[in-house]
């Protein structure tokens, strides 16, 4: 069995196999985050992880809110990556219900084609936004179409659906039934009387219908059992509160089916051809069915996590275990929940005219620019304004200036002529001070140090703008080190002063080392461009290699006196015209929005 190249003591070589190891320090002297990586390894079958985004509309094209919801699960599948886990990553596009049928109709399209034109093109951002999904599952396939039958019929043998009646409020945008309590009153464009979602403000028709009725109210008290006994299940923990108080409410039984005169376009519902299955009752039965349901999903439906929007928690933290529940299958490990990206303080909408093309932005500010700015700027706990100029500002600031100017002060021929990972020289840097660092130089090594393990508990409540925040800190820190010191004063004809300045270029790209490590879930290009010049090779990039300084610790650094990487231009070209939201389109924007 491998285990993951690892930093050995001074003298000692690297071993392929953990039981021939000399490695000196047993499993529990290790930091948190390099035991979780070494056995991660150790067992790397049974390390299994499976995260999804909600499957997107087809309706129309994406958005940014979209792509937001992509970029945390997509930062999560290739963190725990570098942690060593088997990781599987869905994401996909939901194609049934009434509002696609609508959207296909006034495209003069036949559903199916208008769901690929769609579909497609959610493929296209997400393979031009680097998203590294290991499954892309569309809901008129025939895996799914097998996969939901069998999950109904599940249910119905159990005796958890019935026939009844259903009368009320239903959103043909929202495709939800809502209470009398969630509906108001509203004037349409053309000034006539409408009633409307409070919380989503589309309009509500009343429906009554002959249809299926699945006995949600059977699970108030199993929901709540469940959730108490799991705080972390919904997280952040603003959102596990909200489903708690949600569930104090009486859960009345849920319309699971339609008549099949108003909806074709869906999963005729088992044995009654006269009527079609729910759209989200069929949607989150696809998480299932990329899982492998019905024939072999434990692997994967044991360890699920799903990343959703606020605006669809009902369905995923209260329908959608319900009706496991009733299948008697786990339930989620983690719901994950994030807010909403707004532009010019509203909601974006395409009536509104102020929906942000995720693409033509990524095309503007780079790929890894936007993947860097919504995971920097998106808190999941609240809702967020965007606009270009706070993109090109944080870009500017921390990627161009911050963490570019960080590599090239330290790789710059003037101060690195040979173009190697220099020496560290103990004398200068005692563990107990005395040498020529000072104490602030001490409580960045601290800080760096501390860092993998700050990353990864931020990561692990979708906090990603925290661990953002404490990299950046760091990179502050690393930058006053070097301009504390002034590398670029000392006399380099003086082999002391020379011993000091490699030292101080080999404490800075290490720390570089570890930022270029830890982004690679957010930034996965600029990461690569900036670990290759360090000269770091891609086996050891992963979470086991993150071994902050190991010279101090009296310990062999695997890059000293190695070349560097060969210079392939600056890390992050600064981005123009801070201004840019009061401007009007550029020619290369209007040509990349014809695209
Ligand atoms: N099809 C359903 C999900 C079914 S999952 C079994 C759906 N689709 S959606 O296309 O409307 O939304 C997909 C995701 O995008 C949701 O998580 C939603 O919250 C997210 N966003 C849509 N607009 C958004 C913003 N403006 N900002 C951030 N994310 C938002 O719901």
Partial sequence: MRFPFLFVARGCKAVPRLQQSQFPSPLSALPRYQRIS????????????????????????????????????????????????????????????????QAAEAAGKDPLTFCTDVSERFKHLFSSCNISYTDYIRTTEQ????????????LWNKGLIYKGSYEGWYSTQDESFLTPLQVGDAVDSSGKQIK????????????????????????????????????????????????LQWLQHDTPDLSVSRQRSRLQWGI??????????????????????????????????????????????TFHAIYWPAFLLGAGLPLPQTIYVHSHWTS?????????????????????????????????????????????????????????????????????PALNPTQVYPSFCPEFFPREQGGRAVAEDYHMLDAVKNLPAVVEQHFESIHVYKALEAITVCVRQTNAFVQRHTPWKLDKSNSEEQRWLDTIIHV??????????????????ISDKLLSRLGVQ?????????????????????????????????????????????QKPTKAQKAAKQK
């Fill in 143 to 154: 895996r799914h179409r097998q996969a939901v039958e069998h999950f109904w019929s599940v």
């Fill in 38 to 101: 070494v056995l991660a390894h150790l067992c790397k079958d049974e390390r299994s992880y499976f995260i999804t985004t909600p499957i997107f509309y087809v309706n129309a094209s994406p958005h940014l809110g979209h792509l937001y919801s992509a970029v945390i699960a997509d930062c999560l599948h290739r963190y725990k990556l570098l942690q060593g886990f088997n990781s599987k990553f869905a994401t996909g596009t939901d194609e049934h219900g009434l509002k696609i049928q």
């Fill in 538 to 582: 891609s086996g050891e990039r992963s979470w086991a290699t993150l071994n902050f300084l190991p010279r101090y610790q009296g310990m062999d650094c695997p890059f000293e006196g190695r070349a560097l990487g060969s210079d392939s231009g600056v890390l992050f070209s600064r981005l123009e015209n801070e201004n840019v939201d009061k």
């Fill in 268 to 313: 005729s519902v088992p044995n009654d051809p006269e009527q079609t299955i729910y759209v989200w009752l069929d949607a989150l039965v696809n998480y299932l069915t990329v899982a492998g349901y019905p024939d072999k999903h434990d692997q994967w439906w044991n360890v699920a996590h799903h990343i959703v929007g606020k605006d669809i928690l």
């Fill in 508 to 525: 800075s790209l290490e720390c570089l080392r570890i930022y270029g490590t830890l982004l690679q879930p957010i930034v996965p290009e």
């Fill in 344 to 412: 010019g303080g509203r909601k974006m909408s395409k009536s509104l005219g102020n929906v942000v093309d995720p693409l033509q932005r990524s095309q503007m500010f780079t790929t890894d620019g936007m993947r860097y700015f919504l995971l920097r700027q998106g808190v999941p706990d609240s809702d967020c304004d965007y606009t270009d100029r706070k993109v090109i500002r944080l870009l500017n600031a921390e990627l161009t200036d911050s963490l570019g100017g960080l590599l090239n002060r330290c790789v710059a």
């Fill in 196 to 243: 409307v979602s409070l919380e989503s403000g589309h309009q509500v028709e009343w429906m009554k219908e002959e249809n299926y009725l699945f006995r949600l109210s059977a699970f108030q008290t199993q929901l709540l059992d469940w959730l108490k006994g799991n705080p972390q299940a919904i997280q952040p923990e603003r959102f596990y509160q909200t489903v």
